[in-house]
């Protein structure tokens, strides 16, 4: 019964009869909207925003203005989008995520939601996994939303502050989530309003979006400084590391990907760097960039992980198979990888500031996405970004076969096979994409069919410069193109003359990757809009899937096999579930990290609101920031009043109080214990405060005028307000590493972390009111400054 009912509640179906009412009535306009002629249909994008300013809701103008989008897009783009594209639009415009399948439109289905939100005014920003669809996307989509009357804009790295700024004030911005999100940073980093890019965050449309809110959302955006270090414990590590033989010195556990020294490895570690206790208190440091080495030799792989170009290490996404640029490993993982590699050795940065991708998104008042790929998360999206996942039916039936995996005892039967499969097929004139998860497979593989005389491309990481041209050959007769998870996302292959007839593209799986959804993306690149296709997966008992979650039956399985023959292919229900069950155990695992990624992440977007939400009071403010400073003042001198007037009279410290005011307040001569003596507690502070007021005044005749006071508020307050706030961001990164240790204390890490995270926050917040209250009560001010 509860099954049933889970069913029942978690059927798309009811949604999409909601869904189906909605396209009937932007479908029962479509007459209206072409019998308008171009200057009518162009109209009626003011008349939607006089409507909206009106108090009109945007739901109330959903049909129409879906109506007039499709109307344009026809006239445009010669494109007219199907009544699922419609029923897509309507899920987006609800801040919910369409899952579609590849080939069936989802650009063209997100000009309507992207239309009506821009009619507000408040800024739409589409979202897209790198700046190639973000330039593609705002120049064909661009054409429509400018005839409809809407400003476009492209908001990529290389732009101008100014340039920035003109793209987000467009009612449409074409963005990547990494430019969002660290021009969100950046902006809270500036001085002056002028110099901020962005606008009060409104509607995000995410594509891809199981790409950028899950598989990126253990990734943080950090914007670093240099930081004092020296790279001479990397390469002594590192050469530690090298002498260490597996099993006696450490051990891996390959499912979890972490590496441990044994307790001989341990007295080796001793011994090479002359200590008596490896895991003292003071060895902290080195124990760091030892863990840092182990991980980069025995974890870290080339070509799988990372690439070595131009001696430079630079990272893999394993989800899309692309170099990261300008991305580094963090907490000094990617210096252990650069000396594991022998390459120059970057020097150690200091956050200055972060945020996870969950967290700024999160911030945005409406959330939407869309992909082909979403189900299997579909319980994080509801916890996290409370968004639900919709299946869109696809406008044709869908012709593809997906054949059940192959399964061999070793790697290298498996290639055989995969060859072989390659061979017949090329001959037969169909076009095959062989899909791998790691940049060496990719060139193994490529090896093999040079050494049968078969032509193909490859598409890897280190390959990506030509990406545009193979993946646009990929589906002509005969063709053979290997590659990495790159070409499982946003690429559309359109089949070449006469393909159809033989079968259509076939999509070889040579792994299967650690996420059921990079899979269905590779599956999806065949059988697109209704197009023959088929996908077959050959996976071995060797694979880094099989070795990490196998059970013992599977390991008991490969011990039966190496007696069998070679070559002999398994088809067996047990092994495909158990595949299912490894992946499944993976994307559990991930998720479990996504999440604690975020609980901790979440001590730090409180106290990251805080901060950024007075610096934007400071940066705004053009009158005056004195109601922003005296109650600093005051706070900083009752404290100090209070802490030094504890118990009665005769244990009072009043030359404490003196020693604060001189230090922090006025000039040493002009205040002695003779000024406090008598007085209460409460009437100390109203003494102080008085001369506080004092000071004040004196600093604004000082100064020309209001604005220059003004200037000088603000300066001394964002000084303190951006230092003392790095240097808080570093100090909870380095609570946030060594925190699990209370683990062994029977403590819970996350409280632990929280209640730290408070109390280093509120003194924090103590320290910059004291050092606004000294900079700026104390700072001489000179006049030689005119100009």
Not at 44 to 57: A, L
Not at 674 to 691: S, V
Request: proline share 2%; charged share 30%; net charge negative.
């Amino acid at each position: 019964m509860a099954n049933l009912l889970k069913k029942w509640v978690e059927s798309d179906k009811r949604e999409l009869r909601r869904l189906g009412k909605i396209a009937d009535k932007v479908e029962s306009l479509a007459d209206a909207m072409a019998a308008l002629s171009d200057e009518e249909l162009k109209a009626k994008t003011n008349e939607f925003k006089k409507r909206y300013q009106d108090g009109e809701s945007l739901d109330h103008m959903l049909p129409e203005a879906y109506a007039v989008c499709r109307e344009g897009a026809r006239r445009v783009l010669g494109l007219y989008p199907y009544r699922v594209q419609i029923i897509g639009g309507t899920v987006l415009h609800e801040g919910n995520i369409a899952e579609m399948r590849t080939g069936e439109g989802k650009t063209l289905t997100a000009t309507m939601p992207v239309y009506l939100n821009a009619i507000s005014g408040k800024g739409v920003h589409v979202v897209t996994v790198n700046e190639y669809l973000s330039e593609r996307d705002a120049t064909e989509m661009g054409e429509l939303y400018t005839w409809l009357g809407l400003t476009v804009g492209l908001n990529v790295a290389d732009k101008t502050p100014e340039e920035k700024r003109a793209a987000y004030n467009a009612d449409i911005t074409y963005s990547t989530n990494s430019e969002l999100g660290f021009d969100y940073l950046r902006d809270n980093m500036v001085v002056y309003k002028e110099d901020m890019v962005q606008r009060p965050l409104n509607f995000v449309l995410v594509d891809e979006v199981d790409s950028i809110l899950i598989d990126e959302a253990r990734t943080p955006l950090i914007i670093s400084g240099q930081a004092t270090g020296t790279t001479t414990l990397y390469t002594r590590t590192d050469r530690f590391a090298k002498t260490l033989v597996e099993d006696d010195d450490f051990k891996i556990d390959l499912e979890s990907k972490t590496v441990a020294l044994t307790e001989e490895g341990i007295q080796k570690a001793e011994k090479y760097f002359n200590l008596n206790n490896l895991y003292d208190p003071d060895n902290m440091a080195l124990n760091h960039h030892l863990d840092n080495a182990l991980r980069a030799n025995f974890i870290m792989l080339r070509d799988k992980d990372y690439v070595v170009r131009e001696g430079e290490v630079m990272i893999v996404d394993q989800f899309t198979g692309r170099i990261m640029d300008g991305r580094r490993y963090s907490d000094g993982l990617h210096q252990a990888i650069e000396a594991k590699e022998h390459v120059e050795i970057e020097e150690e940065t200091k956050t200055m500031a972060n945020i996870t991708y969950q967290n700024f998104f999160r911030m945005y008042n409406k959330l939407s996405g869309m992909t082909g790929t979403a189900k299997t998360e579909r319980e994080e999206f509801r916890e996290i970004y409370n968004m639900e996942v919709i299946t869109i039916p696809t406008n044709r039936p869908i012709q593809r076969v997906d054949k059940p995996d192959l399964l061999y005892p070793t790697l290298q039967s498996k290639f055989n096979a995969v060859v072989e499969d390659v061979k017949q097929r090329h001959e037969a004139g169909q076009p095959v994409l062989v899909g791998t998860v790691a940049v060496e497979t990719s060139e193994l593989l490529s090896n093999m069919l040079d050494q049968q005389g078969i032509p193909h491309s490859v598409l890897n990481a280190k390959n990506h410069a030509k990406e545009a041209e193979i993946v646009m050959n990929a589906g002509q007769r005969g063709a053979v193109t290997i590659a990495t998870n790159m070409a499982g996302r946003g690429t559309d292959i359109k089949l070449g003359p006469g393909v159809r007839e033989i079968g259509g593209l076939a999509v070889i799986g040579t792994e299967r990757h650690e996420s059921r959804r990079i899979d269905n993306q590779l599956r999806g690149r065949a059988g697109r809009q209704g197009d023959p296709g088929s996908t077959q997966f050959y996976l071995s008992l060797e694979d880094e899937l099989m070795l990490r979650f196998g059970s013992e039956r599977i390991k008991n399985f490969l011990e039966r096999m190496k007696v069998a023959d070679e070559d002999a292919v398994i088809q067996s229900k047990m092994i495909t579930k158990q595949v299912e069950s490894a992946q499944k155990r993976v994307e559990g695992n991930n998720y479990d990290t996504r999440k604690q990624v975020l609980q901790y992440d979440d001590v730090m977007r409180a106290q990251r609101e805080v901060i950024y939400s007075q610096r934007q009071q400071v940066i705004m403010e053009d009158k005056s920031l004195k109601g922003i400073i005296m109650p600093m003042i005051e706070r900083t001198v009752k404290h100090n009043v209070l802490n030094n007037t504890q118990g009665d009279k005769s244990q009072w410290n009043l030359d404490g109080i003196i020693d604060f005011a001189i230090a922090a307040m006025v000039k040493d001569d002009t205040i002695s214990t003779a000024d406090l003596e008598g007085k209460t507690p409460n009437q100390m502070i109203e003494y102080l405060m008085q001369r506080a007021e004092e000071v004040y005044a004196q600093k604004a005749e000082q100064l020309y005028d209001e604005s220059q006071m003004l200037e000088f508020e603000k300066v001394v307050i964002l000084r303190v307000v951006d230092s003392l706030w790095t240097d808080h961001i570093d100090e909870m990164d380095q609570l946030r590493q060594s925190i699990g240790l209370r683990g062994y204390g029977q403590l819970n890490p996350l409280v632990e972390y929280q209640q730290d995270g408070f109390r280093m926050f509120e003194q924090m917040v103590g320290a910059i009111e004291y050092d606004v209250t000294r900079l700026f009560l104390k700072a001489e001010i000179r006049q030689d400054m005119k100009r």
